[in-house]
């Protein structure tokens, strides 16, 4: 599973700029299948992702981005606020778009479809890599550690910076 996650020190504007800005972007194979505003209907990682960043506070999910490539490549990207008021984090993770192929990976193939489907229809890694490219390059980004070694490198701190955009100020 790959899970990104970025904090913008500057903020990304709002959902329809990060929205706007994939489309602008992103190469033909892939497309927007939704943009949604804040919505008590959250996802386990868009869920997770407001729990990190708010501190225990005020924070929010301002939006998620779903951008799929076929049926079984997709990543969903969540927009959040660390204080509810600044818009300052967005995570990526990638997810199955059919309910088809979701229902037969959970009830009816299990672990063979780890194999079956990626063989079918490729991986996500490619285009996490593309929408964590078009994050860098057009937001000033930094890309957070997430990895389990970084998370226990990090243990009672903030996560540690992997990469970042951020350009400094004189």
Do not use: C, R, W
Request: hydrophobic share 35%.
């Amino acid at each position: 599973m790959n899970y990104q996650m970025y904090q913008l020190p500057k903020g990304y504007g709002s959902l329809e700029n990060v929205k706007q800005v994939l489309e602008d972007k992103l190469p033909k194979e892939y497309h927007i299948e939704s943009a949604t505003a804040g919505s008590d209907n959250k996802g386990f990682f868009a869920k997770m992702q407001e729990k990190m960043t708010q501190g225990f506070g005020s924070g929010k999910t301002i939006g998620e981005i779903k951008i799929k490539k076929n049926a079984y490549v997709g990543v969903q990207i969540s927009l959040t606020s660390s204080d509810g008021t600044k818009l300052d984090y967005i995570s990526v993770v990638d997810y199955v778009p059919s309910a088809l192929i979701q229902f037969t990976m959970d009830k009816v193939l299990g672990y063979v479809t780890n194999l079956i489907f990626p063989a079918i229809f490729g991986t996500s890694a490619k285009l996490v890599e593309t929408v964590d490219s078009i994050i860098m390059e057009n937001f000033e980004a930094n890309q957070l550690d997430t990895s389990t070694l970084g998370a226990l490198k990090n243990i009672g701190k903030q996560l540690g910076v992997k990469k970042s955009s951020v350009k400094e100020e004189v």
